[in-house]
């Protein structure tokens, strides 16, 4: 009877490899490779994982065998105990010599903010979180911008992936957080729920995020990371609760996700570059937009952004470009936005270079962007927008297929139209609103 025990546990051992080695190579197709990541295996790896079919080879950490406590409550005990069991078990996984798998089981874990730092001996590291990750309430531990509530940094090679969630509970603290002063301000800017930094080689997916302090993801000095499938939750009225925010990072590519939240849905500053957004929803928030540009000296150029396949929802924006007056000069340049759908969107198409103030003339160039086929209805009569600066006028905007309806208030007299300031605008296909003349 043992001998066919264990005969039956080494044939599913057997049988499991087997399926996923099989789900794996299926799913693994163009064989993109950046160095050892490939990026093709690292999201069948994800993709397999949010299904529960594992790789059995891989060493697992679980941070319940490092300590961990699970429960609600924000127990001063379990909160350290918690902190020290993340540490380790990932300091753990980080420096195994083989395939290794971060675990955060199902249940509940009050952390305080914690910091994954690399560099690691595998890759890609695997970090599978099928809990709910809830951060502490009291604002006062958190030790200000720079370290946010969960930071990954210095890694190459990750996946983070496991169909878990990320409880900012960002209501305990938004009224600390006054919008009428500067996002600069000291206590301004409110911890995000995830930040990478410096990390290079990275799948995020599958991964809820609710209720952020402030930004939900944090993207800064990374390169070649993907975030696919995720879901970003925040109220309307949240403050600066950006679903993505991207700063100077190259290769930034995000899909397939329904993000909702206070702010921008997505936001590309200074430095992001070949980024694109595809099939993504977003609303309620302030659309997707590049910018504010200009705020910082020195900021480097944001080029090659794409965001195609969107749908916008009742967004205070729509597809959106912002600049201050500018410390230094700086330029945007060669964007896309395509096929995107809008829904009852405030100011669907707007070009802003007058965000710190209608006196103030930009120094950021923007040049060679495209508007195609945007469709959908405008609660704002003027739908396209377009200010650009005195000295430095937008060049090479172009707008194909412009099919935008008005849905707003039935007694406003006003026509449906377009505004243009200092820009250079060439047309294409159908224009509704009118094109500027």
Sequence with gaps: MAI?????????????FLCYSALVSC????????GKFNVSAANAHANAINRGILDPTAKVFNVLQFGAKPGDKEDRHNIDSNHMAFVKAFEAACHHEGKARLVIPRGTFVIGPVTFMGPCSNTPLIVQIQGTIKALTDISEFPGQGEEW???????GLVVTGG?????????????????DDNNAPSQRLPANIQFVEVSNAIVRGITSVNSK??????TGCKNIRLYHLNITAPDESPNTDGIHISQSDVVKIAKSYIGTGDDCVGM??????????????GPGHGISVGSLGKYDNETDVKGIIVKDCTLVGTQNGLR???????????????????IVMKNVKHPIIIDQFYGGKDKDSIVKINDIQFINITGTSVSKVAVDIACSKHYPCQNVHLSSINLKYNGNDNDQAPFSSSCVNAHVGYHGLQLPPPCR
């Design 4 to 16: 066919a025990r264990r005969a039956c546990t080494n044939i599913a051992a057997i049988c499991l």
């Design 27 to 34: 799913e693994v197709t163009t064989g993109e490779a950046t």
């Design 150 to 156: 969960v930071n990954f940094q210095n890694i190459n």
């Design 164 to 180: 878990g969630t990320f409880d900012g509970q960002g209501a305990s603290c938004w009224k600390y957080r006054f919008t009428k």
């Design 214 to 219: 402030g930004f939900h993801y944090f993207i």
């Design 269 to 282: 500053i200074r430095g992001s570059s070949n980024v694109s957004v595809k099939k993504v929803t977003c």
């Design 321 to 339: 470009i912002k600049t201050y007056e500018g410390k230094s000069a700086s330029r945007a340049s060669s964007m896309i936005f395509q096929d």
